[in-house]
């Protein structure tokens, strides 16, 4: 269940903290190279199976997808895109208007998500904005080692079988 995002002080403050957290990550991951890049993802997943504790990993895994970003799309989150991608992976509903980075928001907590190895999906309004959405963010996914999938009206069984067997799969409504 979402729920919209009523932003109290110590609320706002702690997301502030968080983004702090992630940026503090910049600049040594911005010396990485991309091997090192996917290692440390590789990392986040065997943390993650131990502790299973999404809050532990977050800042660095939104460092890892912000940097992967700049090297694949040529495209940085911004502070308060990071802050969006906190308020959806706590389950937050946050406006934001055409021209944002709504889509580039969204790789944010669904990289984090992803790193569980249970599957993740980004469900949109139709086939065009899913095919769009998975075309042009696969190579940012796949940087981090992650597979996509693409779930299309037209697809059999067996293509959907595969597509859903992906870490982050693109569907519709």
């Not at 989150?77 to 937050?92: A, E, R």
């Not at 790193?115 to 999906?121: F, T």
């Not at 904005?129 to 069984?157: C, H, K, P, T």
Request: charged share 25%.
């Amino acid at each position: 269940m979402f729920n919209f995002f009523k932003p109290s002080t110590s609320d706002f403050n702690s997301v502030s903290r968080e983004v702090q957290k992630i940026n503090n990550f910049e600049t040594e991951i911005q010396n990485l190279s991309d091997a090192q890049i996917q290692e440390r993802v590789q990392n986040l997943i065997k943390q993650y199976k131990v502790e299973q504790d999404f809050d532990s990993i977050l800042a660095e895994s939104f460092a890892l997808t912000r940097e992967a970003s700049k090297r694949t799309l040529g495209l940085r989150h911004f502070d308060t895109q990071l802050m969006g991608g906190i308020l959806l992976h706590k389950g937050k509903i946050a406006e934001m208007k055409t021209g944002e980075g709504k889509t580039l928001v969204a790789t944010l907590p669904v990289c984090l998500n992803a790193i569980s190895l249970k599957g993740v999906h980004v469900v949109t309004a139709n086939d065009y904005l899913a095919r769009r959405d998975q075309q042009s963010l696969s190579q940012l996914y796949r940087f981090l080692g992650l597979s996509v999938g693409l779930i299309q009206e037209n697809m059999n069984s067996s293509e959907r079988r595969r597509n859903y067997a992906a870490d982050i799969t693109y569907v519709t409504n």
